[in-house]
Every structure is written in C-alpha cells, then in structure tokens.
C-alpha cells in the first residue's frame, strides 16, 4: 500500500519559518519525483514546488521563489519543503505527491499518489 504522509504543519507568525516533510513508504522513492501542492480554502489546488529523483532537479512556482526550498533524503524516503519568510497568503493545506517527471507548469493529472495534507496557518 502506498502512503505518503506529511507532517510539520502549524500555526507561525509572518516572516517564520516552517519545514515540511512528506514521509514515502510502498513504493520505489527512488523512482519517483515529488512535488509539493498547496490548497487554500475557496481556491484551486497550486502547484508550488517539485523535486526530480535526483535532487539537483527542483521547479518552484514563482510566489516562492527564494522563500520555500524543496530537498530530499533517498535514504530516509522523505522529501522536506523548507518555507522560509512566510506570509499570511502561504496559509493553506499543504500536500505532497509523486510524479515520474516533474514540469514547469503543474497539471492535477501529472500526479498520482497524494498525502492526507498538513495545514498551515500564517498569522499574527
């Protein structure tokens, strides 16, 4: 059984920081690249970031650019998402899912197993 489960979330003041991490277990981590979609409530889900199986390949959408930074540990199946100076617009419901290629421009159907999610809330 594939899981994906991610962990991390929480409530931090604007300019925080927060590290996500996406635990994988049923599969081949090796194999797969890993990308991070957030959902804030009332919107559309957003691809913000995704890591290729090697981890000199990563895409970030542009609103994270510098801020949020993508990393994995093979050895450990998990994939961390660093999100650094934080802004109130950064609060939603954090997922991570795999992909066998990640791409510049995110589509729901490039990705195929998905975590429960983690909320995160960016408030003073």
């Known amino acids: 059984q594939v899981q994906l489960v991610e962990s991390g979330g929480g409530l931090v003041h604007p300019g925080g920081s927060l590290r996500l991490s996406c635990v994988v277990s049923?599969?081949?981590?090796?194999?797969?690249?890993i990308g991070w979609v957030r959902q804030a409530p009332g919107k559309e889900r957003e691809g913000i970031g995704c890591?290729?199986?090697?981890?000199?390949?990563?895409y970030y959408t542009d609103s994270v650019k510098g801020r949020f930074t993508i990393f994995r540990d093979n050895e450990k199946s998990t994939t961390y998402l660093q999100m650094n100076s934080l802004k109130p617009k950064d609060t939603a419901t954090y997922y991570c899912?795999?992909?066998?290629?990640?791409?510049?421009?995110?589509?729901?159907?490039?990705?195929?197993?998905w975590g429960q999610g983690t909320q995160v809330v960016v408030s003073s």
């Open positions: 890591i290729g199986r090697g981890w000199l390949e990563t």
């Open positions: 899912a795999t992909t066998m290629k990640c791409q510049s421009t995110y589509r729901d159907v490039d990705y195929h197993y």
């Open positions: 049923g599969i081949s981590f090796d194999d797969y690249s």
